[in-house]
């Protein structure tokens, strides 16, 4: 019998929070996100998942759109951090992808190509965040520039939302405004025709006004909130991936006695403690305290002591007929991994995507 460590993929869950993004952006073309190996839950299978709903997906870089297209996968993939390098361009164009340009570098580097290959050109306008994207003042002379030229196929304008997760935050209307006047400007210049991407997962889901023509759905696409507090397209997302195992030793602790390293629990009663096959060498954050909630058969109990590599501690004094071979849930269907997150002092996107590969997968 194998360690009973798993993580289960729920691949029509995928589907159904697609389909949420769908519905709420209905004129919009949906760009699904699968970056970091689709944030931990497996790009290739995701990918194959989502491929008959999707127009394109989209990709950090060029060596994970290799990965795709080894798979199988022909839609088109989009370069969210565009090329690394001149020599990249020509590879892009091979295994047709789609590139985000964010510096003037990366458009010196387009223009001299030597490829033939026209391009759709994802610009990345900087409206705030200031992390990537090119200056507001200069975008004018920049997609006039790329227009000229006979390296592209198709302009898309884009931006990145700092805090769209914030639902009364005024950021987000402020760089909605700041991109309404650039994207004003060229049409009153006749700079062409392009087509327009501002929402990820948080705008897809609580700021309709940001649809546009494509939206970029991440996060949610797993099943999981962007949010802090509850939201109502949020909850219909359906958690995506499982991640269990099972209790393989039960103890009595006695009043007074110490559980796992460095005796940061202490028992104030009679306890029962029960040991959980998985631990940070299998994903599970180092980072959660003692009180972080556990499923033990559905039940909620809490963390005893500090996480192992390969073992957690639980508390199930007051839980009835915890037996060894008992199911645990870590996170997933019952358990918000935002909960979970947050007791560790992290977000779910960080859990999820981090996962090691020890724990074996199944895909449902």
């Excluded at 194959?48 to 990965?67: H, N, R, S, W, Y």
């Excluded at 992808?97 to 003037?104: A, D, F, Q, Y």
């Excluded at 090691?356 to 895909?363: G, H, I, Q, T, V």
Aim: glycine share 6%; net charge neutral; with cysteine.
């Amino acid at each position: 019998m194998s360690r009973p460590t798993q993580i289960i993929i729920d691949l029509p869950a995928i589907r159904h929070n697609c389909q949420i993004a769908a519905r709420l952006a209905p004129h919009a073309h949906v760009v699904a996100m699968v970056k970091a190996d689709a944030y931990g839950h497996g790009a290739t299978q995701v990918a194959k998942a989502l491929e008959p709903q999707v127009a394109k997906f989209g990709v950090c870089c060029i060596e994970e759109a290799q990965t795709l297209r080894q798979a199988g996968v022909n839609k088109p993939i989009v370069l969210i951090e565009g090329c690394f390098s001149a020599e990249e361009y020509q590879l892009a164009a091979q295994i047709n992808c789609e590139l985000l340009i964010h510096t003037e570098q990366q458009i010196s580097q387009l223009l001299a190509s030597n490829s033939a290959f026209r391009f759709t050109i994802w610009l990345k306008l900087d409206t705030g965040m200031h992390r990537l994207g090119i200056d507001i003042e200069k975008t004018a002379a920049v997609v006039q520039a790329l227009q000229a030229s006979n390296k592209i196929e198709k302009l898309i304008l884009t931006s990145h939302f700092a805090s769209a997760d914030e639902l009364n935050g005024s950021f987000t209307s402020q760089q909605m405004f700041r991109f309404e006047q650039v994207v004003s400007k060229l049409k009153a210049l006749n700079a062409g025709a392009f087509d327009i991407s501002l929402a990820n997962s948080a705008a897809v889901l609580a700021w309709p006004q940001s649809h546009q023509d494509w939206i970029r759905p991440g996060i949610m696409l797993y099943g999981i909130s962007p949010f802090s507090d509850q939201q109502q397209q949020a909850d219909e997302l359906v958690p995506v991936m499982h991640f269990c195992s099972k209790v393989i030793a039960l103890r009595e602790v006695k009043q007074g006695e110490y559980v796992g390293y460095g005796n940061t629990w202490q028992a104030k009663r009679s306890s029962v403690i029960a040991t959980i096959a998985a631990g940070y060498g299998d994903g599970y954050p180092r980072t959660a305290p003692s009180g972080t909630p556990v499923l033990i058969k559905g039940h909620r109990a809490e963390l005893a002591g500090r996480v192992s590599m390969d073992m957690l501690s639980v508390d199930v004094t007051d839980l009835t007929a915890v037996e060894i071979g008992d199911h645990v849930e870590l996170w997933g269907a019952a358990l918000d991994v935002n909960e979970v997150a947050r007791f560790a002092g992290t977000n779910g996107y960080e859990l999820v995507t981090r996962m090691p590969p020890r724990a074996k997968r199944f895909y449902l």
